[in-house]
């Protein structure tokens, strides 16, 4: 009994050892039958999928190699901010230098770092640029006061035919605008036209000037006493005249209704020149002398005016802060009213400037800011600049940047990424 079970050991232990060389066999690609363990080769078809994943033949890789190096050479040349691997060791050794030194700067610093690595920003030179300087107002055009007439009557009367019948209707100077009647100046036509035929009897020279005057000083035109002494007759109405060209502002009169002496009758306004009452804020009055060259545009209105400054009134509004700046402008054809609502652009002489766009800077609490570019790649840091307008796209740097530095293009952009970064703004 004992001896049958070491002979069944053995027997097992020998099944054993022939399976194990049958797998290894296999997996060699050298597989055999169960029954002989010196069969022919069994050829297998190679697995292309599985090799094609996890093999790559020598050509291939060296292609992979060249293809990485290329792309590395194109991104430093077009001047990316990716860094070389010494490049990021070197930066990273400074780091922890300026740590020990300093660690909330040296943290603020790699915050800045990771705004550029972020959202990619985007800088612009500090440059020189020549151009004018420009600044836009606001006004309002009104009737020049020399071009403002009132008809005002010399003696007391009454309309007897009213041809200037309509308000804001247009009349040439010269044009009768009513026949009136007035005893006063009827009786000095008397005298005039006696004083001439008693001069012409007895040669009263003084008595006929005397005469004469009297009806100057009744506002009676020189066409009308002409008119007594050629027909020698007297014409009981008397015709009032516009003075200038322009346009009925004011009337007073109606048919049939009587005046009073030293009463306004009409208010003729002429608009072939015109006044722009522009207004200009307090910090604006220290460019004012640069300024020589105004432009006026008014919506509506195709083209623009000319204009020439004039006066600057010499108070200011309190309500608003504003002063007043008059503007005079060549209206001929008429197209400007009173009352219009303008735009003037006024503009200095053209010279070179160092300038920044608007979008570069930033303003907080009273100061202007911008931020600078420093040696560190995608490190800025916000500088405190002084600045002027210069136009609608540039301000004028008066001070805290030197030509040629690099500035973030968009400060507002930065601002926000460095509140909510290092929460500093």
Known sequence: MENKMIRTLILGFALFTLSAQAEMKCEAGKCTSGKETTAKKVPQKPDKASNASTEMSAEEHATMLKKEE?????????????????????????????????PAKAQEKQNRRVIEQLFNVRTVKVKRLKAAKEQVNYGYIVVEDSRRVDVVAWYEGYVEELYADSLYKKVQKGEALAKVYSPEVYKAKQDYLNSIKFNAQRSAPGMLRGAKEKLRLLNISQKEIEQIRSTEKVDEYTTIYAPISGWIFTKKLNQGSSFKKQQMLFEIVNLEKVWLEAKLFQN???????????????????????????????????????????????????????????????????????????????????????????DFKGEYEPVKIELEPLDNQYFIVKKGLSEGESVVNNALFMMDSDAQINSIY
């Open 70 to 102: 290329k792309e590395a050479a194109g991104l430093k040349a077009s001047g990316s901010s990716t860094m070389t691997p010494e490049e990021h060791a070197k930066m990273l050794k400074e780091e922890e230098e300026a740590k020990k030194k300093d």
């Open 284 to 374: 604006e009055l220290k460019d004012l002398g640069k300024l020589q060259d105004f432009t006026l545009r008014v919506k509506g209105i195709p083209g623009t005016f000319k204009a020439k400054k004039t006066l600057l009134y010499p108070k200011l509004d309190p309500k608003e802060a504003t002063a007043t700046l008059r503007l005079i402008v060549e209206n001929s054809d008429e197209l400007l009213k009173p009352g219009m609502y303008a735009k003037v652009h006024a503009s200095s002489t053209a010279k070179t400037q160092l300038v920044i766009p608007r979008t570069a800077a930033l303003r907080k609490d009273g100061r202007w800011y911008a931020f600078l570019a420093t």
